[in-house]
């Protein structure tokens, strides 16, 4: 998909400096391109845990690709893995040799944020295309000198921001584009997970890049960042677990015009991951689940309410599908998830980061 704000009907625009740069001809219609139109890409699975599972589901499920290689620093693991969820794809015991088989044309990298950079890298040594799980890496710098790579080896890559492609989302931009809830005001969103303090597990673990923000609050951010752009300010008020990282986080992301996000995250609290979008003349209420295949409720000030529900089916399929539709474009970048965006992201994660003193070992 290519941006075509010049093509944003006049009668629709509700605030073109705003909106328009940020719109798809997709969008404007409420919709995503189907799954079976994007094109057979083979994909080499680093690392096998949970989300390369529903990742590699979605792509034997719902597209024309296949997880060909799957490489994990254990082979029991990495055949155990392939067995439920890749039948047939070739197993590998170590990174580097996953990254090397000639059967894969781009990498979808699911290790722990903290070693995204190093992984990345390794890929991109091979000339392999990546899809590299979010956050990015742990910081903007960091992010800048993988991006920097990839560019100088002509590889594609992307943050797997899943989020970005799904069919409700592009609902949620149509409406907007049509002005159905006037000029976007307030983006409110959180994503609490109540999970038992354990020092020893990657979320509250510094080695690990740990902490809420960057496992759970990259969400939030990254949504408000879809509708509203790169904030002004970024106010952040948090505590911090005994490890150091942080455990519960409030945000406020500022805009010149007047606009505002509200966003939460925390590990130690339970909600359902709601969000409400507000505008001059209506709001968007999306109760549980807003990053994911969802539902929600345009209520207008002057028409009808109507409603939306996600089809059925693993959402992760959209952002392979991206992928594969760009390689095939011969594009080095998603323009539905550009670098620019990741990186303007990764800045306000750092800053809230900043605000709460939470410092990974090495930075």
């Known amino acids: 998909m290519t941006d075509t704000a010049a093509e944003l009907p006049a009668e629709h625009a509700v605030d073109p400096a705003t909106y328009a740069a940020r719109l798809t001809?997709?969008?404007?219609?409420?919709?995503?391109?189907?799954?079976?139109?994007?094109?057979?890409?083979?994909?080499?699975?680093?690392?096998?845990?949970?989300?390369?599972?529903?990742?590699s589901d979605g792509v034997r499920d719902r597209t024309a690709a296949q997880v060909t290689a799957v490489g994990s620093r254990s082979m029991d693991k990495a055949q155990a893995f392939a067995d439920a969820h890749a039948p047939g794809a070739r197993v590998h015991g170590s990174y580097a040799a996953l990254v090397a088989d000639d059967e894969v044309d781009a990498v979808y990298v699911a290790t722990p944020h903290s070693h995204h950079l190093e992984h990345a890298l390794l890929a991109i040594e091979a000339g392999k295309h990546l899809l590299v799980e979010k956050p990015l890496t742990r910081s903007v710098s960091e992010s800048r000198t993988l991006l920097d790579a990839a560019e100088?080896?002509?590889?594609?890559?992307?943050?797997?921001?899943?989020?970005?492609?799904?069919?409700?989302?592009?609902?949620?931009?149509?409406?907007?584009?049509?002005?159905?809830?006037?000029?976007?005001?307030?983006?409110?969103?959180?994503?609490?997970?109540?999970?038992?303090?354990?020092?020893?597990?990657?979320?509250?673990?510094?080695?690990?890049?740990?902490?809420?923000?960057?496992?759970l609050g990259i969400y939030p951010i990254t949504f408000a960042h879809d509708?509203?752009?790169?904030?002004?300010?970024?106010?952040a008020h948090g505590t911090l677990a005994e490890t150091g990282v942080d455990d519960h986080v409030s945000m406020i992301l500022g805009y010149d015009g007047g606009a505002q996000a509200?966003?939460?995250?925390?590990?130690?609290?339970?909600?359902?991951?709601?969000?409400?979008?507000?505008?001059?003349?209506?709001?968007?209420?999306?109760p549980q689940f807003f990053f994911g295949p969802t539902g929600f409720e345009v209520v207008p000030d002057d028409g009808p309410s109507w409603s939306f529900t996600s089809p059925d089916g693993e959402g992760k399929a959209y952002e392979a599908a991206e992928v594969a539709r760009c390689l095939a474009a011969g594009q080095t970048q998603s323009a539905r998830m550009p670098w620019s965006d990741t990186l303007e992201v990764m800045a306000v994660l750092d800053e809230v980061r900043a605000g709460l003193g939470v410092v990974y070992p090495g930075e």
């Open 25 to 55: 001809t997709a969008d404007l219609a409420g919709t995503v391109p189907e799954l079976s139109d994007a094109p057979p890409l083979r994909w080499g699975v680093l690392g096998a845990g949970n989300i390369a599972a529903s990742f």
């Open 152 to 215: 100088a080896a002509g590889v594609f890559c992307m943050e797997a921001v899943w989020t970005r492609f799904l069919p409700h989302v592009a609902a949620i931009r149509g409406a907007i584009a049509r002005g159905e809830i006037g000029e976007v005001r307030t983006v409110i969103a959180e994503f609490d997970v109540a999970f038992a303090y354990d020092p020893s597990h990657r979320l509250f673990a510094p080695e690990l890049a740990g902490g809420a923000l960057l496992d």
């Open 227 to 235: 509708l509203l752009g790169a904030p002004d300010t970024v106010l």
């Open 262 to 286: 509200i966003l939460h995250t925390s590990s130690g609290a339970s909600g359902g991951a709601g969000a409400r979008i507000i505008g001059t003349r209506g709001r968007i209420e999306i």
